[in-house]
């Protein structure tokens, strides 16, 4: 939507803007190979809360010696796959919030979990889902979108956007891409990877192209 390119455009800051699609996808599949899913049984999952700082919560998942952070996002989907209101526990101590999610990790019915976890100097844990949730990483859709585009320069018939003149409303396609006016973001917090049932995955890229296809054949005209 106009308001979201707005938006971006506006408040990005210089290292989360890329000047093509290959710059991008290269920062991108870095980022999933310092990452990993795996499946973990949730009652072998211990709730740490820290006694120095009342509001800090650590997760020890199975087969780790160090306790792992969740984010905001991957600590209110822990608590809904257990049945935990997470908009309550936020507003507890840790201690307590803990003791909570202990239970509800305990007599979770499911039994196992699916996280995702990054590294990047410091463990985080990104996501939590179910067990048969297949992963679609943001470098999967930028190649995706690449089959298409390429470079997302002007090599083919898509390339980055050019600059509207506000003062003559004038648009010029012709504009080198810049840090200003490039409109390809991405950062380490940005969730553009897409949750889909099991196995869907492999078949993401084959399903999009056609719809990426007509998509740059269409007309920009309403």
């Given at each position: 939507r106009i308001g979201r390119v707005s938006s971006e455009w506006f408040s990005r800051p210089d290292d989360e803007?890329?000047?093509s699609l290959a710059e991008l996808g290269r920062t991108v599949r870095e980022r999933t190979e310092r990452s990993r899913t795996r499946v973990v049984e949730s009652a072998l999952i211990h709730v740490e809360a820290s006694r120095t700082d009342p509001e800090r919560l650590a997760l020890?998942?199975?087969?780790?010696?160090?306790?792992?952070?969740?984010t905001h996002w991957s600590f209110g989907q822990l608590?809904?796959?257990?049945?935990?209101p997470a908009a309550y526990l936020r507003q507890l101590p840790a201690a307590?919030?803990?003791?909570?999610?202990?239970?509800?990790l305990?007599?979770?019915r499911a039994e196992q979990i699916k996280t995702l976890e990054t590294d990047d100097g410091r463990v985080e844990l990104r996501a939590v889902t179910g067990p048969d949730y297949g992963r679609i990483y943001d470098h999967e859709l930028v190649e995706a979108v690449q089959r298409i585009a390429g470079n997302?320069?002007?090599d083919t018939r898509w390339k980055v956007p050019g600059v509207l003149d506000w003062s003559t409303g004038v648009y010029?396609?012709?504009v080198d891409i810049t840090k200003d006016t490039t409109t390809l973001y991405a950062s380490d917090r940005d969730e553009i990877s897409i949750r889909h049932s099991k196995y869907?995955?492999?078949r993401f890229a084959h399903e999009a192209a056609p719809a990426l296809l007509s998509f740059a054949d269409s007309s920009p005209q309403p």
């Open positions: 803007r890329y000047l020890i998942l199975p087969g780790a010696d160090k306790p792992i952070a969740p608590a809904s796959q257990v049945g935990a307590l919030a803990g003791i909570n999610l202990q239970y509800g305990t007599a979770h997302g320069t002007g010029n396609p012709r869907a995955a492999s």
